[in-house]
């Protein structure tokens, strides 16, 4: 990943942190994009202190202004982009009746229309990477639900059929692909000002197959996977990464 500039969205916290660590434990350079001033700069000022490569553009990735001024500074500044992490994500649990018709747009526009955008104003400087690269971090949400998530679930099952849009469209220049996460525990990556120390029961861990709930880095190093020579054949494809979960039965006592 050497030399390779690598644009994480909701890069700051999270399992976007964790994605952008991961990308620049391997030399890359790591734009961080994220709303959250305050969650932005606390990471860029990580990444200085450990002397990696790393930039800090607060964007809101539901705003297109915003989101091609992004994709204009990187290369203005870096030169190139080689890699898009679409994470940036936002969620309105509730009641269908209660639920807001702005508050299922703003849930589509950061969760969809944002991963839209980054591939429509990216592809051209993605496409001089050969191959560029597009990972959509969506959700076992798109293939299971709780009760009252509409939105996020919508969005999140739109990331997988965009994700494979995409794969056709742009390919062979661009491999597109998604990750779907299950139960990522995210309260010790948050910023200093909301983070919390995780407690899990034992039932917790004992619903997952392999035993425990996933970390950040879960999602991290198969984005740095996907992103690599040696997942060169992998192209439209969603990778659930979930603990085994969703494949395993239940049956209520």
Not at 36 to 48: H, Q, T
Not at 55 to 67: A, N
Not at 179 to 195: A, H, L, N
Not at 219 to 231: D, Y
């Amino acid at each position: 990943m050497e030399q390779r500039v690598v644009i994480v969205t909701g890069g700051a916290q999270g399992i976007g942190l964790a994605i952008s660590r991961s990308f620049a434990q391997t030399g890359a350079l790591v734009v961080i994009a994220d709303a959250d001033r305050e969650a932005g700069e606390e990471a860029l000022a990580a990444f200085v202190q450990q002397d990696q490569q790393a930039r800090f553009i607060p964007t809101d990735v539901s705003d297109e202004i915003q989101v091609r001024t992004l994709i204009d500074t990187v290369v203005r500044e870096c030169g190139r982009i080689d890699v898009v992490v679409n994470n940036a994500g936002t969620s309105s649990n509730m009641p269908i009746e209660q639920l807001p018709v702005d508050a299922w747009d703003k849930v589509i526009g950061v969760n969809l229309r944002g991963p839209f955008m980054l591939a429509k104003y990216a592809a051209p400087h993605l496409r001089k990477a050969s191959p560029g690269v597009i990972i959509n971090i969506a959700s076992t949400r798109a293939l299971m639900s709780e009760a009252n998530t509409e939105a996020y679930s919508a969005s999140k099952g739109g990331i997988v059929a965009l994700t494979h849009a995409l794969a056709i469209s742009l390919g062979p220049d661009i491999r597109v692909n998604a990750i779907s996460p299950g139960w990522i525990e995210v309260g010790d990556w948050k910023k200093r000002t909301t983070r919390t120390e995780p407690q899990h029961s034992p039932a917790d861990l004992a619903q997952h197959p392999v035993g425990r709930v996933g970390v950040p880095y879960d999602i991290g190093n198969a984005c740095v996977f996907l992103a690599s020579k040696e997942a060169g054949f992998i192209t439209g494809q969603n990778i659930v990464i979930d603990g085994g979960m969703t494949v395993k039965m239940i049956y209520e006592p």
